[in-house]
């Protein structure tokens, strides 16, 4: 079956920014395959999303022979041998249109890298970033600026809606919902969690950069500071109720240290209602602490390392709080657990408009005709 546009994802990232995209491209008469790996499939289950799973060995060269596509849009991926690269060498051989989808602004001299010392060796024809943020480190990478679209995150506007739609709900009775067990008048805390593997893998393992140290046995990025966190809580006298949300890629075995710390540990449960019904969320650098932005709910970036505060785009807003040291972090939580405030609508506004799904797609589906002329 000849088709306009194939999607391809690897990594849960990359699945959010792109889920919403071929219904909407669908919407516009455009024949349309998405095409994952078994972790972003999986995923995009979840969000009620269909998609084709990829099973290998399955070449790009047999891919392209069955759907013929006129574009190839990937998303980036922590595997740096993943088959977004092969996508991309085959369909430019084929003269066909590239476009990569960055989901945020971090390792952006990694996304495109593979094995090799270029930044850029496996770039696209085409960028959609998020931000400005994101443009400009590409464009001092060497990438054309002309060849990126600022077109926000679409999947934004998701969360905006259900905003909307969880706001006409009892707040109260949907956390009765959610943690039946937590008593009244207890806040509710949530941690997401993240894995410590990825693009420039060594910034995930303690090294002279690092600002927070745990309790000294842990070396992985995710144990550090979820060390620190937990002492820092735990000088709270009542205690909040503490909500472990994982990573898609999190399992309890790696987490498993730290379960017996929770109060409840959530793998299942609907992400945007668990940060709704939170008094605060906290983590580290993952897209669902923008989200809870957007939900309204009041957050905090804990990170080893100076260079990751500018990692989220609602820190660098002033938005998220963002601590990178043990007395900064024991010092701030309390203020935020007991002022906690909602941030206010036009603030995330500003950072974050509504219409990103519609700005990616017009982008998408003006590259296919331009190039089809």
Same mark, same amino acid.
């Given at each position: 079956m000849d088709i306009d546009i194939l999607l391809y994802v690897e990594d849960p990232g990359a699945a959010n920014y792109v889920a919403h995209i071929p219904s909407a491209l669908a919407e516009r008469g455009l024949r349309v395959r998405l095409l994952a790996e078994e972790i972003a499939y999986t995923y995009l289950l979840h969000l009620g999303v269909e998609a084709d799973l990829i099973t290998h060995p399955l070449t790009a060269d047999q891919l392209f022979s069955q759907w013929k596509p006129k574009q190839v849009v990937v998303g980036t991926s922590e595997n740096t041998e993943t088959f977004a690269f092969d996508l991309l060498g085959a369909a430019k051989k084929r003269g066909m249109i590239t476009v990569g989808a960055v989901d945020a602004s971090g390792n952006v001299g990694h996304r495109f890298r593979g094995n090799t010392g270029d930044p850029l060796y496996h770039a696209p024809d085409w960028l959609i970033?998020? &931000?400005?943020?994101?443009?400009?480190?590409?464009?001092s990478l060497g990438y054309p600026s002309g060849r990126i679209a600022v077109c926000g995150h679409p999947l934004y506007d998701y969360v905006y809606d259900m905003r909307m739609k969880l706001e006409v709900i009892d707040r109260i009775q949907l956390r009765k919902r959610l943690f039946p067990d937590c008593r009244k008048g207890i806040p509710v805390v949530v941690f997401v969690s993240e894995v410590s593997t990825g693009l420039n893998p060594d910034q995930y393992q303690m090294s002279s950069d690092y600002t927070l140290k745990g309790r000294g046995d842990k070396k992985?990025?995710?144990?550090?500071?979820?060390?620190?966190?937990?002492?820092?809580? &735990?000088?709270?006298?009542?205690?909040?109720y503490l909500v472990l949300r994982m990573h898609p890629k999190n399992t309890r075995v790696e987490l498993s240290p730290f379960l017996k710390d929770f109060d409840r540990v959530s793998q299942h449960e609907p992400p945007l209602e668990v940060v709704y019904v939170a008094d605060l969320v906290v983590g580290m650098t993952t897209m669902l602490m923008q989200?809870?932005?957007?939900?309204?709910?009041?957050?905090?970036?804990?990170?080893?390392?100076?260079?990751?505060?500018?990692?989220?785009?609602?820190?660098?807003?002033?938005?998220?709080?963002?601590?990178?040291?043990?007395?900064?972090?024991?010092?701030i939580l309390p203020r935020l657990l007991n002022e906690a405030k909602i941030t206010k609508m036009n603030q995330i506004e500003t950072l974050f408009q509504y219409g990103s799904l519609r700005k990616t797609v017009t982008f998408i589906e003006g590259l296919l005709h331009e190039c089809s002329h």
């Open positions: 970033v998020p &931000d400005q943020w994101t443009k400009d480190a590409y464009v992985d990025r995710t144990g550090i500071v979820l060390e620190e966190f937990l002492d820092a809580i &735990d000088e709270f006298k009542p205690r909040p989200e809870s932005v957007i939900m309204g709910r009041p957050t905090l970036s804990i990170v080893p390392r100076s260079v990751e505060t500018r990692s989220l785009a609602t820190v660098r807003a002033g938005i998220t709080p963002c601590v990178t040291k043990r007395k900064e972090l024991r010092k």
